[in-house]
C-alpha cells in the first residue's frame, strides 16, 4: 500500500539528522541562516533517480558563482564555491555535471581536491565525485560547453531589437546540470549568490534579488550581483542577458524586456499586482519579495518558467488584450506550489503543476470572474480527457504520481499532470467545500515552506487535516485512485456544462451547414474562439477550409494560440495555403508546445507533409532551444 510509505522527514530539530551536524558545528553562521537550511526526505518515493547526489552523505546548501559571459565563444565559465554540510566521517560528496569542464577544484585554503568525472548516462550527465576530507567548501573552476543544454545563445537577428546578442537560460527539469556544477535535485534546496559580468550594454538578470547597482569594470564590462537567500530547488537558479529595458507595474511587480517590447509587453501584464494580491489572499504571504518577469525572445522554449523573483515569459502570451494571462497566473502560482513546497523527486511533478494549474484558476477567477475561470477550466478538462483517450485509461502514465521509469517530464505533454492534477483539486474543493479546502491548501504551504513534499505526504496531510477519521469523507475522497491508479475515478467533477454551451451549439450548427458565424465568433472570448475551433471537424477539404480563414481571419490572427490551432488543423487537412503561414511561424516561434505539434502533423501527412517538414526544420533547427531541438528531432529527425 502506497500510503503506508511514511516519510521520513529529517527535521532541523532532530539529533540524528545531517542537519545536527549543521546544528551543533556551525558557530559561524548565524542562527536565522541556519534554520533556513531545509530538510531532506530519505522515504523511497522521495528518492531522485535523475541526479547522483547522495545527499544523506554530503549535501549543497549554498553555492556562490562567479562567472563571465562570452558571447563570442558561447560560455560561461568562473568558479562556483559550494558549502557542504556532511556526516562527520564523509569523505567525499557526489555533484551533478553535463558536459561541464571542470580545471581544478580547491578547498577554503586553495589546496586542490581529487576528483573523478564519471561515465555519462543518456539524459542524467556524469557523476563528478569530489574527495573533500574535512573541507566544507570548495571551490571548483570551471567552464560550460557551447552546447550546454539549459543555455540559449541568440545572434543579434534572433532578437527584436536586431542589434545585441542575447542568453537565457532554461533549468527546469534536469539541465541545469549543463552550467553549474551542483547537486541537481529539486529535494535538495540552496541558497545561492552570483557576481556575473557580461559586456556592454548588456544587462543581466537572474531568479534573486539584485545586490547594489552594475559595477564598471572598465574594460567595456560591467558586474551584475544577485542574491537568493532562501533555500531553492537548483532547477530555479535562472539566467537572461540581453539589451533589456525595465518597466514598474506595481509596488512590487515589474517587466524586464528589449525596449522596443516594453509598451506591449507593459500592457499585457498591467494586471500583475493585481494577481499577487489575489494569491496572497487566497493562500497566504508572497515569500519572495518582489516579483518581477521577463518576456523573451520568441525562441523561449516554454510559455513560461517560475524562476523566483524573475518569472520568464514568452512573447507569444502578448495577444493584445490580455486573453492569455491565465500563464501569468499560473506562474506567479508556483510561487506557492513548487517554489515554496516543492515535489522532492519528478514523479511527483503533478505536486507542483497540477496544484499550479487548480491555483492559476483560482486566481483566474479573482480577477476575471466565475465565467472566464470556468471556461478555461472546461478547456483544460478536455486536455485531460484528450490525453487519457490518447494513452488509454489504462497506461500507467495517466496515473499522478509517475513511475519512475517515466523518465523527468519535459512539460511536453502537460493533459495528466497539469489536467487530471488541477481536476483532483477541483474534485476535492467540491466534496469538501471551498472553505474548507482553501483552508487546508494554505496549512499545506505554510506547513511546508521552504521543504520538498511527495504524494504520500499530501495524502497523509489530506487525511490529517480534511478526512481527520471520517470514513465516509475518505470513501468519498477515492484518493488513493486519484494519486496512484491511471484513469479517472467515478467520482470526478467536471466543470459546469454551462461554460460552452452557445460556442458548442455554434459548432453544431457549422457542422451542419458548413458556413461558420462570423459574427458570433467576432463577439467570442479566445477561450471560446478555441472551444470552437476544437469542435470543428477534424477532416475538412480545402474550400471548408478557405471559407473558415477568409470568415474569421484565423492566418492573420495576433493571437499565437488561436493562429496555432487553425494551423494544426489545416496541416492535419493537408492544405498548401497555409504552408507558409506555417514556415513563417515555425521560424520565428520556439515554443515547444507549439512547434512539435506542427512538425508532427505535417510529418502524419507522409508524401505531402514529411518533405515540408524535413525542409523547414532543416532551416529552423538552429534557431530552436535545445529543449525545443530534442523534442523535434524526436518526430521529425535530425536534419542532414
Ligand atoms: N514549470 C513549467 C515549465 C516546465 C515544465 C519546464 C516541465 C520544464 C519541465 C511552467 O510552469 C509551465 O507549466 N509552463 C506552461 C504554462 C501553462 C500551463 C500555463 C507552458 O510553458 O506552456
Ligand atoms: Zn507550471
Known amino acids: 500500500m502506497r500510503a503506508a510509505l511514511k516519510p521520513l522527514l529529517l527535521s532541523v530539530s532532530l539529533p540524528l539528522s545531517l542537519l545536527a551536524v549543521a546544528c551543533s558545528g556551525s558557530a559561524d553562521k548565524p542562527a536565522a541562516e541556519e534554520a533556513m537550511v531545509s530538510p531532506i526526505l530519505t522515504s523511497e518515493d522521495a528518492k531522485d533517480p535523475a541526479s547522483f547526489a547522495q545527499p544523506e552523505v554530503a549535501r549543497v546548501t549554498h ?7 562570452d558571447f563570442a565563444a558561447k560560455t560561461v565559465s568562473g568558479t562556483a564555491k559550494l558549502d557542504i554540510l556532511a556526516k562527520p566521517d564523509a569523505d567525499t560528496i557526489v555533484l551533478d555535471s553535463n558536459g561541464l569542464k571542470i580545471s581544478k577544484i580547491t578547498d577554503e585554503s586553495g589546496a586542490q581536491l581529487p576528483f573523478t ?116 530547488a537548483p532547477y530555479l537558479i535562472a539566467i537572461a542577458a540581453g539589451d533589456l529595458a525595465y518597466r514598474e507595474l506595481g509596488p512590487r511587480t515589474g517587466v524586464w524586456t528589449e525596449p522596443s517590447m516594453l509598451d506591449a509587453a507593459a500592457a499585457e501584464l498591467s494586471d500583475t499586482e ?76 503533478w505536486l507542483n503543476e497540477g496544484i499550479t494549474s487548480y491555483f492559476e484558476n483560482r486566481i483566474v477567477e479573482e480577477l476575471y470572474g466565475t465565467r472566464r475561470a470556468q471556461q478555461e477550466a472546461a478547456l483544460s478538462y478536455a486536455e485531460m480527457e484528450k490525453a487519457l483517450a490518447e494513452a488509454g485509461k489504462d497506461a500507467p502514465i495517466t496515473a499522478l504520481h509517475l513511475p519512475p521509469a517515466e523518465g523527468v517530464p519535459d512539460g511536453g505533454s502537460s493533459g495528466i499532470i497539469y489536467d487530471k492534477g488541477a481536476t483532483f483539486m477541483r474534485t476535492v474543493e467540491s466534496i469538501v467545500g471551498r472553505q474548507k479546502f482553501d483552508a487546508w491548501l494554505r496549512n499545506w504551504f505554510d506547513k511546508h515552506a521552504f521543504q520538498p513534499a511527495t504524494s504520500a505526504m499530501l495524502l497523509a496531510d489530506m487525511r490529517a487535516n480534511l478526512v481527520k477519521g471520517d470514513e465516509a469523507l475518505e470513501k468519498k475522497l477515492m484518493l488513493e485512485d486519484w494519486i496512484y491508479k491511471p484513469g479517472l475515478p467515478s467520482n470526478v467533477v467536471q466543470p459546469p456544462a454551462s461554460a460552452f454551451a452557445d460556442v458548442d451549439k455554434a459548432a453544431e450548427a457549422y457542422r451542419a451547414s458548413g458556413t461558420p458565424d462570423a459574427k458570433a465568433w467576432g463577439a467570442w472570448t479566445t477561450a471560446e474562439r478555441l472551444r470552437f475551433l476544437s469542435k470543428v471537424p477534424a477532416k475538412l477539404d480545402a474550400a471548408k477550409l478557405a471559407a473558415l480563414d477568409s470568415s474569421l481571419g484565423l492566418s492573420q490572427s495576433g493571437n499565437k494560440e488561436i493562429l496555432f490551432a487553425w494551423l494544426e488543423l489545416a496541416l492535419n487537412n493537408r492544405y498548401d495555403p497555409a504552408v507558409p503561414v506555417a514556415e513563417k511561424f515555425l521560424s520565428s516561434v520556439g515554443r515547444t508546445k507549439f512547434v512539435k505539434p506542427l512538425y508532427a502533423a505535417l510529418m502524419k501527412q507522409g508524401s505531402w507533409g514529411q518533405p515540408i517538414a524535413k525542409r523547414v526544420y532543416a532551416k529552423t533547427r538552429s534557431g530552436y532551444h535545445a529543449v525545443t531541438q530534442g523534442a523535434v528531432d524526436a518526430v521529425v529527425g535530425k536534419p542532414g
Not at 552550467?179 to 543581466?204: C, F, H, M, N, Y
Not at 524562476?307 to 506557492?336: C, K, Q, Y
Open 63 to 69: 553555492v556562490a558563482l562567479d562567472l563571465a559571459l
Open 117 to 232: 568525472i564519471g561515465d555519462k548516462v543518456e539524459g542524467k550527465g556524469e557523476p563528478v565525485t569530489v574527495t573533500i576530507g574535512k573541507a566544507r567548501a570548495i571551490t571548483i573552476a570551471y567552464s560550460a560547453a557551447p552546447d550546454a543544454e539549459a543555455l540559449q545563445w541568440l545572434a543579434p537577428q534572433q532578437t527584436a531589437g536586431g542589434k545585441q546578442p542575447y542568453l537565457l537560460s532554461q533549468g527546469q527539469a534536469t539541465l541545469n546540470r549543463s552550467w553549474i556544477p551542483t547537486q541537481d535535485s529539486p529535494g535538495i534546496r540552496q541558497s545561492w549568490e552570483a557576481r556575473i559580468t557580461a559586456p556592454k550594454p548588456l544587462t543581466v538578470v537572474m531568479s534573486a534579488l539584485r545586490v547594489g547597482e552594475p559595477e564598471d569594470l572598465g574594460d567595456n564590462r560591467r558586474a551584475f550581483r544577485f542574491r537568493m537567500d532562501k533555500p531553492v
Open 274 to 349: 493585481k494577481m499577487v494580491e489575489a494569491a496572497e489572499k487566497l493562500y497566504g504571504p508572497y515569500r519572495w519579495g518582489r516579483y518581477e518577469m521577463i518576456v523573451l525572445p520568441p525562441s523561449f522554449p516554454y510559455g513560461g518558467m517560475e524562476n523566483p523573483t524573475m518569472t520568464f515569459l514568452t512573447p507569444t502570451f502578448i495577444a493584445g488584450d490580455r486573453s492569455l494571462t491565465g500563464l501569468v497566473a499560473h506562474e506567479l502560482a508556483h510561487s506557492w506550489s513548487g517554489n515554496l513546497v516543492t515535489n522532492a523527486n519528478w514523479s511527483d511533478s
